[in-house]
C-alpha cells in the first residue's frame, strides 16, 4: 500500500500563504495520482486538487483556481499544494490521497489511500 504523511498545516491570517506537503512511502509512488482534499469544521469533504502520475495533468476546484496550485516532485516522493490568497473558507482539515491510473479522479471513493490530515486554520 502507498503511505501518505501530509505536513506544513497551520493557523494563518486571510491573504496569507501556505504550502503544505504530502509524503508518501510504500508502493511506488510515481505511478499514482495523488489528490487533495478538504474536510470543514461540520461538513462534508471536497475536493480541492488532483495531480496525475507524470504532471501532465492537473484539476482544481473553482472554489480554490487560481489561488491554490499542485504539483510533485517524483524524485522526493512528494506532492505540494501551494496556497495563496488564503480565505477564511478554507478553514479545513486538508487531506491527500493516491489512487493507481493514468487519469484524474475527484470522488473521494476513488482513492483507497488516505493521509492523516493536516489543519489549516485561516483567521479574517
Known amino acids: 500500500q502507498v503511505l501518505l504523511v501530509e505536513s506544513g498545516g497551520c493557523l494563518v491570517q486571510a491573504r496569507g500563504s501556505l504550502r503544505l506537503s504530502c509524503a508518501a512511502s510504500g508502493r511506488p509512488f510515481g505511478r499514482c495520482v495523488i489528490g487533495w482534499f478538504r474536510q470543514p469544521p461540520g461538513k462534508e469533504g471536497e475536493f480541492v486538487a488532483a495531480i496525475s502520475w507524470n504532471a501532465g495533468s492537473t484539476r482544481h476546484a473553482d472554489s480554490v483556481k487560481g489561488r491554490f496550485t499542485i504539483s510533485r516532485d517524483n524524485a522526493n516522493n512528494t506532492v505540494y499544494l501551494q496556497m495563496n490568497n488564503l480565505k477564511p473558507e478554507d478553514t479545513a482539515v486538508y487531506y491527500c490521497?493516491?489512487?493507481?491510473?493514468?487519469?484524474?479522479?475527484?470522488?473521494?471513493?476513488?482513492?483507497?489511500?488516505w493521509g492523516q490530515g493536516t489543519q489549516v486554520t485561516v483567521s479574517s
Open positions: 490521497a493516491a489512487t493507481y491510473g493514468d487519469y484524474i479522479r475527484v470522488a473521494t471513493y476513488e482513492y483507497p489511500y
